[in-house]
């Protein structure tokens, strides 16, 4: 907190000044600095006053959200979603600073995949940006009572029924999973517990929560997977286990959708496990800061009314550390890299009678801290 306070300190002291941009046609607004700071109690509150305003540096859910035919990145908050690109450039305007636009194109892209380049210097600005916009929408709403007026004429702010959420990571560099990394579900295919990870690649498009499952018509065996998944934060090659959470950007839930009869026919699982919208991801990418510990969530899947997965992903049997250092060893985890890390026992395959999925269906799949993702199961249209 006393480090909060001293960088709070040091943003009244030189970067809250009166700023003149009458050609800006973008949102521009200001905390004036007062003639005379009176005592240390003017100081005082004012610090107070900012510091109720501030949103954890850590409570940080990403998303990437459609509007109007735009695809950007975004922070989800309770009441509403934040553009970071429009927020982060905004709050450099207000500072005074020369090239905002250009400083936030760089710092703060609106599109996911390049954010996650940006490492750990894009993550602090977006923090930054999610500040600056929840410190003015809260004087807003006290001083004029508009509604986020303002706000929402730049972009900034929209209320969650105006976009639609697509896959948080859309075209990632790679998308990597994990086959049987739990011994319940080994069992229940009739396969031996695998001494080292089973590393598969999944391609074809990906979709978000709320878009569609599409089943083409020879797939036969269409199944559900519900699993936790992990997106790589920054370049990592050669990692230690120690070392391994470093590279985590954050967690999200992932329906490893597979289709059973192409899977079984041939020994490599890539062509079974690719169909289009196969992939399904969302609804947010949760930063690593807000998850403790990725191994005590539980994890449930549905369909329909049906609990089809229960389980907890303490059950896995490598851990996201173990993955990250034994792929590392061999290949680039280039920041945006999902690696999904495997389901349970419960999926369609193993109960008697099989039950795959068909048209009309509902797939829900929850993880603890994570949201839920839903989508609808419907044939592909030709």
Known sequence: MVERVHQIVSALTCNLSP???PQDPGLHLRLVRPKKLRSWVTWLGIIVELVLFQTSLHATKLVTYYF???TRLGAWTEDGVIDLNRAY?????ERGVARAEDLA????PPQML???????????AAREAIEWTQARKSKLETASGKDLKLLKEAGIWFEHSEIRLGPPVPD?????AVGFNYASHSTEINVEVPKHPNIFTKEGKVIGPGQSIEIPDVVTQPDYEGELAFVIGKKARSVTRE????????????????????????????????????????PFLVLRDEIRNPHSLRLTTRVGDEVVQASNTSNMIFTVADLIAYISQVMTLDPGTVITTGTPSGVGFGRKPPRFLKSGDTVIVEIEGLGS???RVEEKKR
Do not use: I, W
């Open 243 to 282: 070392s391994a959470y470093d590279y985590v950007a954050g967690y999200m839930v992932f329906n490893d959708l597979t289709s059973r009869d192409f899977q079984f026919r041939v020994s490599q699982y890539t062509l079974g496990k690719s169909p289009d919208t196969f992939s399904a991801m969302g």
């Open 373 to 375: 993702l839903e989508n």
């Open 114 to 124: 390049a954010f996650l380049r940006g490492e750990e210097g894009s993550m602090n």
């Open 68 to 70: 109007r035919g735009d």
């Open 105 to 108: 194109l760089a710092l703060v």
């Open 19 to 21: 700023v003149s941009r």
């Open 172 to 176: 990632p560099p790679h998308l990597l």
């Open 89 to 93: 450039r905004e709050m450099l305007r």
